[in-house]
């Protein structure tokens, strides 16, 4: 008991160099702007207050459009990409001792569901792109 | 070595596969079916969810258990005992009504009807799911699986902002529960080294000193997620608004199902995985209980009868009001010898609350046939314009009462009661009977508007009724099954001068709607039904109350 006591204290103290970092990183920030704001000459005018854009002159309105079909496209994706994550683990075991058949038919299952998945995106049309 | 793979018992499993695979069939079929033929998709869904409950007669031995470890100490993930398909027939029989009062929104509201009934099916079959999962896993998933298409459910009117608004409420805070919930429950296998429920048990009885702090926690967060579902204060504000915003069906089926799945889950993690830190989550759950009853029935008694939604809104609030009723067998169980004993009573009241809350709301869709405003002004004098479903609304009320006629709600309140007094939780007990004591206020008004006399009818509904009397499709459906003859405006309450008064709204109304939908009618009957048959002989679900159904 007293030794993992001991391992738990050391693991734990580990964290505090993570804690002492983060404080620095704050003060680091904090420090240099509560200086910059108080050390420099405040001018300003209208160019001075233009939002910045590479040394060019804004275009145009802050709001802008943007194509909702990506998003649907963007949905599809994450959903291939989670099959993804079972998939991985699935197939380093598959083939070890104690799982067999059974288990290759279960992944085949979960891919029916997912199909089933694009099956619909399909026949509701957002597989096209006009 | 012993292979790994877990063997299935698909008759265990069957009520809940039954539903999840009608809802994958209703699905993929409304892709390939023309749009006059879909109809045809809410008759499916019905067909499937009565299969479902067929699919628990075999099982009614309640010794059945499937998914189990194949090495160890074989834990299953899967138990199918009695409390498991009391809760399965409450959930399965709950959709059904859900369903058949669905078929007349879907078709009016043009509700997309395949995705409509495949996020029902699916949330029916996460929430059948739920009371039957042993592991902490699986009831997290299964409580997902539940949630996640009522999200949708809630939001599926299109183009309408006040549904868009409930279904971002809902979303948004349900979603922060299961997050503190799922913290709760990595604590508690960080703290126990088990996702089983009866080894997180066995390991809670012997935590390691150092991480006691850490399991306390755990056991508190992993009662959010489901406390969240069960609307239980300060986890209910997405109530009212997400039932007025949502179909009323779907507000319906929340009320019920949904506070099934919060339920079914607090009482498998409090009674069953956490039960060594009884001492904890009994006070969180005592305090609970007492906070949502009384902030419930205060908030529903403070409802304006002529509000727009108002009758959904004090639904609304009377469900939250149930809820704390529901917690306190549960709290209850922290201060009992016998944990066990005490979950029956929730079950029961459970089972009692479904029927006659399904009820009020298949009746609450009834009275917006003819006038739209979902208001509660809106069922002054139903008795002269339909005295049948007057007086099953007024039975419904009363059970929820807990008052005479609805001698079920009373033997469910008894039942309820008697938890929190032997468990020696009086200061509970004495909560409940002033909170039961307010709720007679809001109950007994509702009743009392049904019997009121026509002449007072407010001016301000008429004009829409009127409305509706005139655009409504005149498609009269032959043999409406509701009787309520023309000329029910003379009713023998109607005395004297207020003949007059009471003709005439007769002709300036339709005294019955042009055409009552049979589904609607089904479900006012089926729900009605059980509602009398349970008063008649409630040792049908009181026998759930005594003894144990794990």
Redesign the interface.
Same mark, same amino acid.
């Given at each position: 008991m007293g030794a993992t006591h001991h391992v738990a204290a050391d693991y734990f103290d580990g964290y505090s160099v993570v804690g002492l970092v983060a404080v620095v990183g704050v003060l680091f920030v904090a420090v240099a702007f509560g200086a910059g704001q108080l050390l420099r000459p405040t001018a300003p005018t209208p160019e001075k207050l233009l939002t910045y854009e590479c040394g060019v002159d804004p275009v145009g309105e802050d709001w802008a459009h943007t194509q909702i079909r990506y998003y649907v496209y963007a949905f599809l994706y994450v959903i291939f990409a989670i099959d993804a994550i079972y998939l991985f683990p699935w197939a380093t075991v598959f083939a070890a001792d104690g799982f067999g058949g059974t288990t290759l038919v279960e992944m085949f299952v979960f891919i029916g569901f997912l199909a089933v998945g694009l099956l619909y995106a399909w026949k509701k049309g957002v597989l096209e792109w006009t | 070595?012993?292979?790994?793979?877990q063997s299935v018992d698909w008759v265990a499993v069957a009520p809940v596969l039954v539903t999840a695979l009608t809802g +994958?069939a209703v699905?993929?079929t409304d +892709?390939?079916l023309a749009p006059r033929h879909k109809p045809l998709l809410g008759w499916v869904t019905i067909a499937g969810l009565a299969l479902a409950a067929l699919c628990l007669i075999p099982l009614t031995d309640g010794d059945r258990a499937t998914f189990c470890l194949t090495t160890g100490d074989r834990q299953c993930s899967y138990v199918a005992d009695h409390f498991a398909l009391a809760v399965q027939l409450l959930v399965v029989g709950g959709a059904l009504l859900t369903a058949l009062l669905s078929v007349t929104t879907v078709r009016r509201e043009a509700l997309p009807a395949g995705e409509y009934w495949f996020l029902l099916l699916s949330s029916a079959a996460g929430a059948a799911l739920l009371p039957a999962s042993r592991d902490l896993a699986t009831l997290i998933v299964a409580l997902e699986v539940a949630s996640l298409p009522a999200f949708a459910l809630v939001g599926l009117r299109r183009g309408d902002r006040g549904s868009a608004e409930a279904a971002l409420k809902f979303f948004l805070s349900s979603v922060v529960a299961t997050a503190v919930s799922l913290l709760g429950v990595s604590f508690v296998y960080a703290a126990t080294g088990s996702l089983h429920l009866d080894t997180v048990a066995g390991g809670l009885d012997d935590v390691d000193p150092?991480l006691n702090a850490l399991a306390a926690l755990g056991v508190v967060l992993t009662l959010v997620g489901f406390a969240f579902k069960l609307a239980a204060v300060p986890f209910h504000f997405w109530v009212p608004d997400s039932y007025v915003g949502a179909p009323l069906p779907v507000a319906a089926y929340l009320s019920v199902v949904g506070k099934s799945a919060g339920f079914s889950g607090l009482a498998l993690v409090t009674v069953v995985a956490f039960r060594p830190y009884a001492d904890t989550w009994g006070p969180a759950l005592a305090v609970l209980a007492a906070l949502t009853m009384t902030t419930g029935n205060v908030a529903a008694l403070r409802q304006r009868p002529d509000q727009p939604a108002s009758a959904v809104r004090l639904l609304a609030w009377s469900s939250v009001g149930q809820a704390g009723y529901l917690l306190v067998p549960l709290a209850a169980a922290g201060y009992h010898d016998d944990p066990e004993e005490m979950v029956g009573a929730t079950v029961a009241y459970a089972l009692m609350y479904a029927v006659v809350n399904l009820g009020a709301f298949a009746v609450v869709a009834l009275v917006a046939e003819n006038r739209p405003g979902h208001r509660l002004t809106d069922h002054r004098a139903l008795f002269s314009r339909n005295p049948l479903a007057a007086l099953t609304m007024g039975f419904f009320l009363l059970c929820l009462a807990g008052l005479p006629p609805g001698v079920i709600g009373l033997f469910a309140k008894v039942a309820v009661f008697r938890t929190a007094v032997d468990s020696g939780l009086g200061w509970l007990a004495v909560v409940m009977a002033v909170n039961v004591t307010i709720a007679l206020y809001y109950y007994l008004k509702w009743t009392a508007l049904l019997f009121a006399t026509p002449t007072t009818a407010t001016p301000t509904t008429t004009p829409a009724a009127r409305a509706t009397a005139t655009t409504a499709p005149a498609a009269p459906t032959p043999g409406t099954a509701t009787p309520g003859a023309p000329g029910q405006a003379t009713a023998p309450t109607a005395t004297g001068s207020t003949v007059a008064g009471s003709t005439a709204t007769a002709a300036r109304e339709p005294s019955v709607p042009a055409s009552v939908p049979h589904p609607l009618t089904a479900a006012i009957a089926l729900a009605a039904a059980l509602g009398v048959a349970l008063s008649g002989a409630p040792q049908l679900i009181l026998r759930l109350a005594s003894g144990t159904l794990f």
């Open positions: - | 070595m012993t292979s790994l793979v +994958l699905l993929v +892709l390939f150092r």
